[in-house]
């Protein structure tokens, strides 16, 4: 029975000890993105990033709906802990919907850069968004 206690002691003593704590992997980055918009009209529409850091970046559509953009998001790959368990774990840059597709300066759609991924690419690699009217 005291060796019982005993264990228990020490597992309480450690458990108080551990604290809290975040562990940081490496930076994650984005990388850019090659989308083509397959709509009516796709020089009405704009694609807005809203990066880490400053005004969100805007870029028009071209006529072909063809476009290559990049997605300045950053992450570290951390998880906080909290007596030795994990309590956190930050999402990957990818899975944020910082990818917006405008129209009339209206959101039409929300994309993470693993959505894109996720859709069928062509032949020269631009991933086919289709917007329906």
Request: charged letters at 20%; a positive charge.
């Amino acid at each position: 029975m005291t060796r019982v206690l005993t264990v228990l002691a020490l597992i309480a003593v450690a458990f108080i000890q551990s604290g809290c704590g975040t562990a940081c992997g490496p930076i994650r980055t984005v990388p850019a993105q090659r989308l083509s918009l397959v709509a009516p009209s796709p020089s009405s529409y704009t694609i807005r990033v809203r990066p880490d850091y400053g005004a969100p970046i805007d870029t028009a559509v071209p006529t072909d709906g063809r476009i290559a953009f990049d997605v300045p998001v950053t992450s570290r790959d951390s998880t906080i802990f909290c007596f030795g368990l994990p309590v956190y774990h930050y999402p990957a840059p990818d899975t944020l919907r910082v990818i917006r597709v405008l129209r009339d300066d209206r959101t039409v759609r929300k994309l993470s850069a693993q959505d894109i991924g996720r859709l069928l690419a062509d032949t020269d690699g631009y991933h086919i968004l289709r917007i329906e009217q």
